[in-house]
């Protein structure tokens, strides 16, 4: 399966970087995106892997929405068969508001 990134889930992954990169080191930035990766390629060989995520009130549109924890992220993606592609919708902060998954920053 092939992946497709939101700009969102884009976005998220490079503010992952940024901030473990200014707060921490550039070396443990880069073990938190990498992890984040490595299970995303994970997703393309087996999708169904993450649990059916609750759908956020007032957002039917992303009903089926799934999810995979990776350390403190949730990797939030719905799959898509008919495409054979999985859309990446997310990266998001396990411990932000869940009511805020899916609003820009």
Not at 10 to 18: F, T, Y
Not at 52 to 65: A, C, D, F, K, Q
Request: with cysteine; net charge neutral.
């Amino acid at each position: 399966m092939k992946v497709i990134w939101s700009s969102l889930a884009k976005s998220r992954l490079k503010q992952v970087h940024e901030y473990y990169a200014e707060k921490v080191s550039v070396k443990v930035a880069k073990s938190i995106t990498q992890s984040i990766l490595d299970s995303i390629r994970l997703l393309r060989k087996n999708p169904q892997l993450g649990k059916v995520e609750e759908t956020p009130e007032g957002l039917e549109t992303y009903r089926g929405l799934r999810c995979l924890i990776e350390g403190d992220y949730k990797i939030v993606y719905r799959v898509m068969d008919v495409y054979d592609a999985i859309d990446l919708v997310t990266i998001f902060y396990t411990y932000r508001d869940p009511d805020k998954m899916l609003e820009e920053d």
